[in-house]
C-alpha cells in the first residue's frame, strides 16, 4: 500500500487522448512542463493558453502557485493532477480554480499496462473577465 502514499514517481506523461481532448476545447499554446528536463517552465511567463502536467512530489505546489499567479495575469492554466483534495496546494490553489474536472476511474500513464495509484483531476484556471479587474475583483 505504501505506493498509494509516496511519491516514487514524479512524472508521469500525459495521456494522448487527455491531452487532445484538452487541446480542442482550449487550442494550448504553450507546455511550461515538457519531457525536456532542461528546460524550466516556473522561472518563465507562460503563454496565453498553457497545459501543465507538473512532476507529482513535493514541487507540485510550486507549479499550482505559478499557474494561479498566471491565471491572474489574464492567462488560461490547465492542469492534469492528482486528486489530493486534503492537500493544502489543493485547498490553497485549486479550490480557486474556475472548474475541476474529476477524472472517472483511474488514467493509464506513458501507456502503461497498469492504471495510476491514484485518481486524477483537470484543474482549470481561466483569467478573469475584464470587467471584474476593472472593479477590482
Known amino acids: 500500500m505504501s505506493v498509494h502514499f509516496s511519491s516514487q514517481r514524479l512524472n508521469w506523461k500525459t495521456p494522448k487522448a487527455v491531452y487532445q481532448t484538452l487541446d480542442a476545447e482550449f487550442q494550448f499554446d504553450f507546455d511550461p512542463c515538457p519531457s525536456n528536463p532542461q528546460f524550466d517552465g516556473l522561472s518563465r511567463e ?3 493558453s498553457n497545459f501543465v502536467n507538473p512532476p507529482y512530489g513535493r514541487e507540485i505546489i510550486k507549479w499550482i502557485r ?3 499567479e498566471e491565471s491572474q495575469k489574464g492567462k488560461t492554466v490547465v492542469f492534469l493532477v492528482p486528486s489530493r483534495t486534503d492537500a493544502a496546494w489543493w485547498q490553497d490553489y485549486c479550490m480557486k480554480s474556475s472548474e475541476i474536472r474529476f477524472i472517472r476511474g483511474r488514467l493509464k500513464f506513458d ?3 497498469n492504471s ?3 485518481p ?3 484543474v482549470i ?4 473577465p475584464p470587467a471584474e479587474k476593472e472593479r477590482g475583483g
Request: aromatic share 22%; net charge positive.
Open 111 to 113: 501507456d502503461q499496462k
Open 116 to 118: 495510476a495509484p491514484f
Open 120 to 122: 486524477s483531476a483537470i
Open 46 to 48: 507562460w503563454g496565453l
Open 66 to 68: 505559478k499557474g494561479f
Open 125 to 128: 484556471f481561466n483569467p478573469r
